[in-house]
């Protein structure tokens, strides 16, 4: 399994971002993804995670409606929309692939990860 995310760079407080993780080696539509965020000095930290339909996801505390995950199974593609971006969002943002179909928001459970898109936000 390989994950490819992109998406990430300098932004500007306040403005958005939308990250994207491509992914392939195997059926895409039979596995939840979730997204993490390390910040420096920091751990890893569960933003998002969605299902393997799409319908149904699960957020961290912290998003405060600025974050959204999203998929499309037909381009083998995970994405997290950040609106409102705070320079406390700067961090580097993983996707990974949960062994099921089910969304958890444990980083143990998951098995393939990517290798991280960074998100810079200036003041």
């Known amino acids: 399994v390989q994950l490819q995310a992109s998406g990430g760079g300098l932004v500007q407080a306040g403005g958005s971002v939308r990250l994207s993780c491509a992914a392939s080696?195997?059926?895409?539509?039979?596995?939840?993804m979730g997204w993490f965020r390390q910040a420096p000095g920091r751990e890893r930290e569960f933003v998002a995670a969605i299902d393997e339909t799409g319908c149904a996801t699960y957020s961290a505390y912290f998003m405060e409606g600025r974050f959204t995950i999203s998929r499309d199974n037909a381009k083998n593609t995970v994405y997290l929309q950040i609106d409102s971006l705070k320079p406390e969002d700067t961090a580097a943002y993983y996707c990974?692939?949960?062994?099921?179909?089910?969304?958890?928001?444990?980083?143990?459970?998951?098995?393939?990860w990517g290798q991280g898109t960074l998100v810079t936000v200036s003041s």
């Open positions: 990974a692939q949960a062994p099921s179909g089910r969304v958890t928001g444990n980083s143990r459970e998951y098995a393939y």
């Open positions: 080696g195997r059926t895409f539509s039979n596995y939840a």
